[in-house]
C-alpha cells in the first residue's frame, strides 16, 4: 500500500493521561513516515468517542476509532475503543476481546508488543501520565525487538507511576517532556530507523495470545512457570514469565497481572467476596429472626429461644465481618494505587 508508514508510534496512557495526550498530540509534526497507535484506559463506552473529538481539536492529522481490518496509514491516529485490545498485524488493525491484561482492556502491554512484533526495530514507544505498571513489559518487548523507548518526564506527568516503572526497570532512550516528544520522533523516523532484527520468541507468542479469547496450558508452559497463586478473575493457576523485565503472571485463559496489578485484583475480589458474604449472612439472620417468632407464636419455646440465640451469634459474625470490610477498604485507600 503506497501510504503504508514505515514506522509506527505506540503510546501507551491512563490516570492524568488524556490531557497529557492532548497536548502532546498538538505538538506532533504533519508530514512524517509513520503511523500513531493510542491505548488511554477507558472505563466507559461513550468517552471514546470524546477522546477521539478532543484529539482532533489539537492536529490536522486524521483522527478515529480503530476498527478491525482497517489498513494502517501514515499520518494518522488510531484510538483504541473501550473494551477490546489494540494490536497491529501485517499493516492492519487488529482488535481483539481476549481477558484482561492488568485489569484493563485495552492494555497497553498488548498493543506494544504487537508493535514489537510487526516493526521490531521501527516500533517507538511512548509512555505518559499513569499509575501502576501497566506499559512496562511492553516497552521491554520493543527495546528486545531494536525499537526505541520515550518515557514522559515523570516529574511533568500528573501520575507519573507508569512513566517511573519503566525508567527503574530499564535503560531507556528519552525521557522527555511533553513537548520536545515531536522532535524525537521527527529525528527518528528522518534515519530510516535502526537494522532490522526479530522479534524474540516469547514476545512473538504473547502477542499471538493477546489475539486469542482464551488460550491454552502448552501455550502458558513455554513462556512461565507455575506459580502458588490463582487467578482472581477465573480461578485457575497463575503462571510466572519467565525473562521478562518485571514480574507478571498470566493463567491458561490469558489473564495477566504485574504483581502490582496482582495485589489490586486480590483486594478487588477479596472485597466483592466479603460482601456476598454479608449479604447471605443478613439473610440467614432475617430467616432466623422469622423462624424465632413463628415458633414463638406457636408456643414452641425452646425452639423460639434456640433460633433467638442462632439469630443473635449471626448478628455478632456480621458485626465482625463489617470492621473486617471496613479495614479492608482503609488500606487500599491507603495504599499508592
Not at 195 to 223: H, N, R, Y
Amino acid at each position: 500500500m503506497a501510504n503504508q508508514p514505515r514506522f509506527i508510534v505506540v503510546i501507551g496512557a491512563s490516570a492524568g493521561g488524556l490531557n497529557a495526550l492532548a497536548e502532546l498530540v498538538g505538538t506532533l509534526p504533519v508530514g512524517l513516515d509513520a503511523a500513531y497507535c493510542i491505548v488511554l484506559h477507558l472505563s466507559r463506552k461513550g468517552i471514546g468517542d470524546f477522546v477521539v473529538h478532543r484529539l482532533s481539536k489539537v492536529t490536522s492529522m486524521q483522527c478515529s476509532m480503530a476498527t478491525n481490518g482497517a489498513a494502517i496509514e501514515a499520518g494518522h491516529i488510531y484510538v483504541a475503543p473501550p473494551n477490546q485490545h489494540l494490536l497491529v498485524k501485517d499493516g492492519n488493525i487488529l482488535l481483539g476481546s481476549g481477558p484482561h491484561e492488568n485489569r484493563f482492556r485495552p492494555s497497553i502491554d498488548v498493543l506494544f508488543r504487537s508493535a514489537a512484533v510487526a516493526y521490531t526495530s521501527r516500533a517507538i514507544g511512548v509512555i505518559l501520565s499513569g499509575m501502576l505498571d501497566d506499559g512496562t513489559s511492553g516497552m521491554w518487548a520493543i527495546k528486545r525487538s531494536g525499537g526505541t523507548s520515550i518515557v514522559q518526564d515523570p516529574n511533568q506527568a500528573e501520575y507519573p507511576d507508569m512513566p517511573l516503572s519503566v525508567i527503574n526497570n530499564m535503560d531507556v532512550d528519552y525521557v522527555s517532556e511533553l513537548g520536545a516528544i515531536g522532535g524525537l520522533l521527527t529525528e527518528l523516523t528522518g534515519t530510516g530507523g535502526k537494522l532490522e532484527m526479530s522479534a524474540p520468541e516469547d514476545v512473538v507468542l504473547e502477542s499471538q495470545i493477546a489475539e486469542k479469547t482464551a488460550v491454552g496450558i502448552d501455550a502458558v508452559e513455554q513462556l512461565a512457570e507455575k506459580s502458588v497463586f490463582a487467578c482472581p478473575d477465573c480461578g485457575g493457576n497463575l503462571w510466572e514469565i519467565k525473562g521478562d523485565i518485571i514480574s507478571r503472571y498470566r493463567c491458561h485463559i490469558g489473564h495477566a497481572y504485574t504483581e502490582r496489578d496482582l495485589v489490586v485484583k486480590q483486594a478487588e475480589t477479596a472485597s466483592s467476596t466479603l460482601w456476598v458474604a454479608l449479604r447471605m449472612m443478613e439473610e440467614r439472620k432475617h430467616l432466623l429472626r422469622k423462624l424465632e417468632v413463628d415458633y414463638a407464636q406457636k408456643g414452641y419455646t425452646s425452639l423460639s429461644v434456640d433460633h433467638l440465640e442462632r439469630k443473635d451469634e449471626m448478628q455478632r459474625h456480621i458485626d465482625t465481618l463489617k470492621i473486617i470490610l471496613s479495614d479492608l477498604q482503609n488500606h487500599d485507600t491507603a495504599l499508592p494505587y
